[in-house]
């Protein structure tokens, strides 16, 4: 139940030893249970036991983003030459992952269909300052290991639309504290470095000679503290990365030695934010009283360019009336 009162349902998704749960507040991934080299049971997501802890965190744990992730500088978006001035969120600078009340704040309906579970919400016209009545659905599917999240939306005026989700991964389990020796791949040559705001600046950069390129199996903590400029100023990563070919592709993968659990990321969204977890602190206790620290845990987001309306070579998630935004992310595990 809410602070305000309204119920709050968990659905479970099975698929053998694949346990995965869903709440309707943020569509949140609250648990995801995988079996680690033995068979033993591995939860792998940050989460809460209560939904108020959920309310009281500002951290987007597990949640789903929207209207549109990550930060726009200035919270300024021009839409067919008309100007439009969302909320500014993120230290009064940059509107992020949707605003004040995003779409991880909204109670989302719940539909079960032979497609999996279904979540869906409405955003009205104006909403956080953004133009269009937008409808949204979310379906989720655990099958073969594997988690995938198909999103839709349609609006019935052209507006920016930009879904993701923040879950937090941990892959020696969501209390197995720092996350430094797990092991990331990224499929990207390129990255988009921050301006001074938080936010992407317009640039593209090649990753060649620098801390971000990952392309092959490297530790986080091999380069999340080196003396280089984006580093430093996010504190580690927490970064965009244009990935590599188009279509449904491989992004990346994540090891850790410790349980033997690999998780593969595959989408067909144009780049994917890679962040640490570096401004993880004061939260609410975890599930099973775990403690929830800096860099305890890694999110891998899906996703348009981040500041992509206000940069000229990025490509823009804008939709127009009558048209259907349609993205496909899964999450595999070996």
């Not at 591995?42 to 992730?69: K, M, P, S």
């Not at 704040?105 to 919400?121: F, H, P, Q, V, Y």
């Not at 348009?304 to 496909?328: M, Q």
Request: net charge negative; with cysteine.
């Amino acid at each position: 139940m809410t602070r305000d009162g309204h119920k709050i349902t968990r659905f479970w998704l099975t698929d053998g030893l694949y346990r995965v749960g869903i709440l309707t507040l943020g569509g949140i991934i609250q648990s995801m249970v995988v079996p680690d080299r033995n068979g033993a049971p591995v939860d792998i997501v940050l989460g809460f036991d209560r939904v108020q802890d959920y309310e009281n965190q500002t951290c987007y744990i597990g949640a789903l983003l929207g209207r549109c992730a990550n930060r726009i500088a200035g919270g300024e978006i021009t839409i067919g030459g008309e100007r439009f001035y969302l909320k500014c969120n993120d230290n009064g600078v940059c509107h992020l992952h949707g605003g004040v009340s995003g779409f991880d704040r909204k109670i989302w309906k719940a539909d079960i269909t032979e497609e999996g579970l279904t979540l869906s919400c409405f955003s009205a016209d104006g909403e956080e300052g953004y133009p269009g009545n937008l409808s949204v659905s979310v379906t989720y599917l655990l099958e073969d290991g594997a988690l995938s999240l198909k999103y839709h939306a349609q609006s019935d005026r052209e507006t920016i639309c930009n879904l993701s989700n923040h879950a937090y991964f941990n892959l020696a389990g969501h209390d197995g504290g720092n996350i430094g020796r797990h092991l990331i791949q990224v499929h990207a040559r390129q990255y988009t470095p921050l301006g001074e705001n938080g936010a992407p600046d317009g640039r593209i950069a090649p990753v060649t000679g620098t801390p971000f390129d990952l392309n092959r199996m490297t530790a986080f903590r091999e380069h999340w503290d080196d003396d280089f400029l984006q580093i430093r100023q996010a504190k580690g990563y927490d970064h965009n990365y244009l990935i590599d070919g188009t279509g449904m592709r491989p992004f990346a993968r994540v090891l850790c030695e410790q349980t033997g659990i690999s998780l593969f990321v595959e989408s067909d969204m144009p780049g994917m934010q890679l962040y640490t977890g570096n401004y993880l602190e004061n939260l609410p206790m975890g599930k099973g009283q775990a403690r929830y620290d800096v860099r305890t845990g890694f999110c891998l987001e899906t996703q348009y360019p981040p500041n992509a309306v206000n940069c000229a070579e990025f490509e823009k998630p804008l939709l127009r009336a009558g048209e259907t935004y349609s993205h496909t992310t899964i999450y595999k595990f070996i």
